[in-house]
């Protein structure tokens, strides 16, 4: 009964493609959200949705489009890559005033 | 802005000991949220604790706690009796009650890797 779950777990890929990474959510909860962990270990908030619509945007390049089809669901598409978009990328969800339950990462790395 | 420090970048403790890792937070706000996430090799991000700012009382878990002091604007967790599954990186995050679009998120601290010497 995995929570919040991320595909792939791993994703190796050439600069300049486009990837997509997939979350999906079994908590029932109406907030999710996108993180980056970089190579130093630092977590950063991207993004976030409440109840399918975008809320929180930080300064993320153009290049990362988010897409919530439903409640349970947030999909991340990267287009055009770059080296430094390689890290750990992870996806949370939560209730509202509530802790936020975090997927297992997808490690990306682009060469 | 919000910001979280996590001032030691690495600990070490001995098995069965007791540790304190810290963190301090820069906030205006009177009400919020506080949490110690751990991550170990993994890399899954496993909520330890967590501490609400209107509560006095300092949350418990099992052999984790807190020293919330809010008025210093510091959350210290301690670990008593440290076993060696306790070894991972330890974050500390904050955030705002909901209520706006940028109150949902979480910022983190920079981490401190403990490590657990058997």
């Known amino acids: 009964d995995t929570a919040v779950s991320q595909t792939p777990k791993y994703l190796v890929t050439q600069m300049g493609n486009d990837k997509s990474i997939k979350c999906e959510q079994n908590l029932g909860h109406d907030t999710m959200y996108w993180y980056k962990q970089d190579s130093k270990k630092f977590l950063k908030i991207m993004f976030s949705?409440?109840?399918?619509?975008?809320?929180i945007n930080e300064t993320v390049p153009n290049r990362f489009s988010p897409k919530s089809p439903d409640k349970a669901h947030l999909n991340l598409h990267i287009n055009s890559l770059e080296l430094g978009d390689s890290a750990v990328y992870f996806c949370?969800?939560?209730?509202?005033?509530?802790?936020?339950?975090f997927g297992p990462g997808t490690r990306l790395t682009v060469t | 802005a919000q910001t979280v420090t996590q001032s030691q970048p690495e600990m070490s403790v001995q098995e069965a000991e007791t540790v304190t890792l810290s963190c301090t937070y820069d906030t205006s706000e009177s009400d919020y949220y506080l949490f110690w996430y751990k991550q170990p090799p993994s890399r899954q991000m496993i909520l330890v604790i967590r501490q609400e700012a209107y509560k006095q009382q300092n949350a418990t878990e099992n052999r984790f706690s807190v020293n919330f002091q809010k008025a210093a604007k510091s959350f210290s967790l301690k670990i008593s009796d440290s076993q060696l599954g306790d070894a991972a990186m330890y974050f500390c995050a904050y955030r705002s009650p909901s209520g706006g679009g940028s109150n949902y998120k979480l910022t983190f601290g920079k981490g401190t890797l403990l490590t657990v010497n058997p």
């Open positions: 949705y409440n109840n399918k619509e975008l809320i």
């Open positions: 949370a969800s939560s209730q509202v005033n509530h802790e936020q339950y």
